[in-house]
Every structure is written in C-alpha cells, then in structure tokens.
T-cell receptor
C-alpha cells in the first residue's frame, strides 16, 4: 500500500502560469515532507521541504503548503518556466530518518 | 565535495550473472539509502543504513539482493543471480538529516 501518493502522473502548464503539484500521505507518523526534482539521466535533487509544525514554506518561486488534517501537501511554482519541466517527487520522513517517496509527477511547462 | 558517487553509470549483463553496484556517500553523512526506479513502481527504497548499520531492508525484493556498508565511505548493492526484471536505474543517496543527496544512478540492463 502506497504511503505517499501523487495521483497525477503528468501535468502540463503554460509558461508564466502557476503549476500546482499535489501529494497525499497516509501515515500520521510522518513529520517532515520534501519535494525533489528530477531531470532525465540525473539523480533527484532536493527542492524544498516543510516540517509538520508549519503549514507553509516559501523559497523564491516555490511554495509548499501542508494540510495536516487532510494529510495533503502541494507544491506551487509561480511563475512556471520551461526549465521547471521535470519529474517532481513528493517524499515524507518519519523520526527514524526513513523517507518514503511518491511515484512522481511529470511536469511539462510549455513555452 | 563531489557529491554522491556511483559506479558504474551503466551496466549491461546477462541473466544469471552477478552484478555489483557501488556508492560513495558524501563525507560526513551518516545515513545511506539504496533506491530502485522503474516506470511501474517509481522510486522504491530498497535498504538504508545509519552509521554503517542496516536499519531497514524490508524493501529488498528477494534474497538475490544484498547490500553492505563496510565503512562510512563505501557501500555496495549486489544482485546474484541477476534477472531481466532487475533492469532499472539504481540510486544511492546519503543524508545527514532529512534532506537526501542522490547520486547520478546506475542504469542496469539485464538481458
């Protein structure tokens, strides 16, 4: 059973618009959440994270929102740029440092 | 720092052969993770070590897979005997806290 779900395998957005990537989790023991970005033929790279004590974390064009009661988080990218086209993985961590990744969402930003 | 180093980058082998994948984590990181990425399952955690000790190997698919971490700067993932369904990209990652840093991956093809 998947503990971290990304129900949209792909997403297309026009350049300049907002990209919203969603993630749901099932395990209430997760207390730290991360987003990773992956380009083809490269390893995932860390993008942004949020602790369970917060509901929002912002870093430039990237904002992550956490709704603990709904066990839902989202990544907002605004404005979207063609270089943002990549696979985005949502990940959740518990106290034992184990990190569980979602299946990923492939984002295409159309110029 | 050179980041997480993995070798080889590509491996093509015949079914039944032994395959050994290697990883050098970032110096000072105390956790090391092995992942497998496939189209069907996304990014799967196979095993992770903390301070060179295997903590959770529940993701290892079967006894054909084994992993070792003899010291803080080296880990191996071995598949013996290999099968065509083992074909995937295998990532190694290391971390000090929650953010993991990934290597470039090893693309394994078993024919």
């Amino acid at each position: 059973d998947q503990q971290v779900k990304q129900n949209s395998p792909s997403l297309s957005v026009q350049e300049g618009r907002i990209s919203i990537l969603n993630c749901d989790y099932t395990n209430s023991m997760f207390d730290y959440f991360l987003w990773y970005k992956k380009y083809p033929a490269e390893g995932p790279t860390f993008l942004i994270s949020i602790s369970s004590i917060k509901d929002k974390n912002e870093d430039g064009r990237f904002t992550v929102f956490l709704n603990k009661s709904a066990k839902h988080l989202s990544l907002h990218i605004v404005p979207s740029q063609p270089g943002d086209s990549a696979v985005y993985f949502c990940a959740a961590a518990s106290e034992d440092d184990k990190v569980i990744f979602g299946p990923g969402t492939s984002l295409s930003v159309i110029p | 720092d050179a980041g997480v180093i993995q070798s080889p980058r590509h491996e093509v082998t015949e079914m039944g052969q032994e395959v050994t994948l290697r990883c050098k984590p970032i110096s000072g990181h105390n956790s090391l993770f092995w992942y497998r990425q496939t189209m069907m399952r996304g990014l799967e955690l196979l095993i992770y070590f903390n301070n060179n000790v295997p903590i959770d190997d529940s993701g290892m698919p079967e006894d054909r897979f084994s992993a070792k971490m003899p010291n803080a700067s080296f880990s191996t993932l071995k598949i013996q005997p290999s099968e065509p369904r083992d074909s995937a990209v295998y990532f190694c990652a290391s971390s000090l806290r929650n953010e993991q840093y990934f290597g470039p991956g090893t693309r394994l093809t078993v024919t």
